[in-house]
């Protein structure tokens, strides 16, 4: 358990420019130590880099985001080239003159690796880098600081198959202590006060040594694969309709998934077959309108699926393992 945990601003930077010395005007100003940890706001590394653009805010998230997540109004929430879910893909009008709008790094990893090199080379010290941007979170009002950058530092830390104080063994837990770090800096950070770093002291036990620089924050994202939440309500739906896939090859399905689909006023019923189902009764609307709701219901359980309609009323819901 740390004992003590100290958090001070790194106050006194000029604004930043493209080219500026990051490495020197942050050892230049703070009382770096073996040990600390630097939280750097992700604006002043994009400034130094030259990451300023020129066109509208609108055409800059078009050219940085790889999928759109989604979107409400002229509100976008969308997969950065970083594998970042972010709003607006991370860019940024404030602060910047008109017409002009900053990005993201491009490698924020590699933007923290370099910064870290750079201030072991000139001051000598050891410690480790985290590149922060403010996030909105799902189910949470409000914002905070989170890791996109880290070089370093432990950026997870595997508490599982440990045990707590009372002997249950841990199955899932992993803090996700580059975000720890990046929100527990903004504390005495702020747009306003224009302290775009602060400095952690008393976590030299999540530092690596000199010439590791660990997994990075790209450690922390999740592969949109295994996310259950990879879309938002409204793309979510788009897709169970419009973007199906095929089925490729066998798979079994439990008819549980589809129970309280028929209401009690409809002559329509439903057949499971191998590897398809077949739905049939006396109105067409109705068969087809239920025969597409399991093609839904089946395509959200990550089935491939296709709806064929057969003579009179009646129609085959295919499925199976999805089609890459």
């Known amino acids: 358990m740390r004992k003590q945990l100290e958090i001070f601003p790194v106050t006194g930077l000029p604004e930043v420019a493209g080219g500026d010395d990051l490495a020197g005007l942050i050892g230049d100003t703070a009382d770096l130590r ?11 590394v994009s400034k130094a880099e030259g990451r300023l653009t020129t066109g509208t805010r609108d055409e800059a998230i078009d050219a940085e985001l790889v999928r759109v997540v989604a979107q409400r109004g002229d509100t976008r929430i969308v997969q950065t080239r970083h594998g970042l879910v972010m709003a607006a893909a991370g860019t940024d009008t404030s602060n910047t003159s008109p017409g002009t709008v900053l990005l993201l790094p ?6 923290a690796r370099a910064l870290r090199s750079a201030l072991k080379d000139r001051y000598d010290v050891n410690v480790g880098v985290v590149v922060t941007d403010t996030l909105g979170r799902p189910w949470r ?8 950058g880290a070089a ?13 104080s009372h002997g249950n063994v841990l199955a899932v837990t992993e803090p996700a202590v580059a975000d ?47 996310d259950l939440f990879s879309l938002g309500t409204r793309e979510a739906a788009r897709a169970a309709v419009l973007d199906r896939r095929r089925p490729s090859g066998p798979r079994e399905v439990d008819p549980a998934l589809w129970a309280g689909l028929l209401a009690d006023d409809e002559d329509v019923h439903i057949e499971l077959l191998d590897g398809s189902l077949a739905v049939f009764g006396d109105e067409p609307v109705a068969v087809g309108v239920i025969a597409e709701r399991l093609a839904v219901l089946l395509h959200a359980e990550g089935y491939g699926v296709t709806v064929r309609t057969g003579p009179g009323s009646e129609a085959t819901v295919t499925f199976g393992s999805r089609s890459r």
């Open 34 to 44: 073996d040990g600390d940890v630097i939280a750097v706001t992700s604006k002043i």
């Open 106 to 111: 491009v490698d924020p990893d590699a933007s």
């Open 141 to 148: 009002n409000g914002q905070t600081d989170l890791a996109i």
């Open 152 to 164: 370093g530092i432990r950026v997870i830390e595997d508490l599982r198959g440990t045990t707590d």
């Open 180 to 226: 720890e770090i990046a929100s527990a800096g903004e504390l005495v950070k702020g747009k306003a006060d224009g302290v775009p770093v602060a400095l952690l002291r008393g976590l030299a036990d999540v530092v690596l040594p000199v010439g590791e620089d660990g997994d990075g924050a790209r450690a922390l994202v999740r592969d949109a694969e295994l």
